[in-house]
């Protein structure tokens, strides 16, 4: 049996609106998610046993039950008892390099590398969808994960409609290291402030008038990098900027720099700014260190691009 690599690239959202409530306690959203070249490595490998085992560079990271890219391969093994019989365990050795409580889909897209390895580890045959349909039940950020690229979803997040890509465009990463934001938290928060301005469940006729993100769709069909710099939105700094000065002081140093425009990615405490070319990414990424020269400050400048999980070996 092959052992596998796999590229597991983050994601930023470049809108993220929350409509309303759902029956199964999640929250109808409309965003539009992109992702972006900065990546962790997955590799998987047969242990000969019937273990599954889960190893990371970064300390930080729980190599146990509650890692998602051990839930992933937990998954498999329950829906594909038969394969994992035959093929037994596997060691998951995750190099790490995009940070965690950052609102990027750390633990998602490791988790959708670990499904796609599977699949071809044990030859079951999936198709993209079917993988998909398994990564939903993990997260609502793992069906994106698998495919990548640019696209809007719906639902809890997990309806996804593929959009023109924008891998012309560059974004400028900047992350307090020792500053994790809880999505639980960052959600829950919202609905307790907010939920008085959601659109009942019932009335999905207003549901569907009540979303705006119509006119960053068109932006991105049309390429117009200014104005999809303009139409930046997210919800969730509502509750999250007001909670985390220094996510706050952080977005509005980025905004007093030259770009396309800035926002807080997903629950944070990603904050980032997209730029139009490699250099200016890299302008802004060293402005933004004097302007800011905390050593816990972690700066990235990376590519958006049109790809989700790869194979490389």
Known sequence: MN????????????????IGDRPDGYHELAMLLQSIDLADRVDLRPNGTQAIRVHCDDPQVPANESNLAYQAAALMAGEFSEAYGRYGGMEISIQKRIPMGAGLAGGSTDAAAVL??????????????????????????????????????????????????????????????????????AYKTYRQQFQNTYIPLDNL???????????????????????????????????????????AELRDKLGQLETLGVMMSGSGSTVFAL???????????????????????????????????????
């Not at 052992?3 to 929350?18: F, G, H, R, T, V």
């Not at 996804?160 to 639980?184: E, F, G, W």
């Not at 119509?214 to 700094?237: F, K, P, T, W, Y």
Request: one cysteine or more; aromatic letters at 6%; proline letters at 4%.
């Open 3 to 18: 052992s596998y690599s796999l590229i597991a690239p983050a994601k930023i959202n470049l809108y993220l609106e929350i």
């Open 116 to 185: 796609v390895g599977l699949n071809l580890m044990w030859s079951l045959g999936l198709t993209q969808s079917e993988l998909q349909e398994l990564g939903g039940r993990l997260g609502s950020d793992v069906p994106f994960c698998i495919v990548g690229g640019t696209a809007i979803a719906t639902g809890r997040g997990e309806q996804l409609s593929s959009l023109r890509s924008l891998d012309n465009l560059y974004a400028v990463l900047a992350k307090y290291q020792d500053l994790p934001v809880s999505t639980v938290w």
């Open 205 to 247: 006729a207003d549901r569907k008038q009540r979303v705006h993100s119509g006119a960053m769709v068109a932006a991105i069909a049309q390429q117009d990098s200014q104005r999809i710099g303009e139409l930046l939105h997210n919800d969730l700094e509502k509750v999250v900027l007001p909670a985390h000065p220094r996510v």
């Open 275 to 313: 730029v139009s070319s490699q250099f200016q990414a890299e302008r802004v990424r060293q402005e933004l260190r004097e302007l800011l020269p905390d050593p816990n400050l972690g700066l990235w400048t990376t590519r958006l691009i049109n790809m989700g999980i790869q194979v490389v070996s």
